[in-house]
């Protein structure tokens, strides 16, 4: 996946996604669900490389396949982040 952080964009690979339980908070402590996939806007939790902390909030994640032309993500990841004239 590729992801925009403050330092540019990254490629790294999820190890988990994690959502709290239905109908609680992100900020109430409890037992996170671990989910193979998910779609949609949701509040969720990625483990994976230790650059997630940098991640932008709000902004978009792109899946990338093995065909996919990296550079070309990251090109796009980053044009997300620069506001229109």
């Keep these: ?5 403050q330092d540019g964009p990254i490629v790294t690979t999820a190890r988990a996604l994690l959502t709290p339980p239905p109908s609680r908070e992100t900020r109430v402590k409890s037992e996170l669900i671990k989910h193979e996939s998910l779609e949609g806007a949701i509040g969720l939790k990625i483990t994976g490389d230790p650059e997630l902390t940098k991640v932008v909030p709000g902004t978009g994640i792109l899946v990338m396949h093995q065909d996919d032309d990296v550079e070309d993500l990251k090109v796009r990841r980053t044009a997300s982040l620069t506001p229109s004239s």
């Design 1 to 5: 996946m590729v992801l925009c952080t």
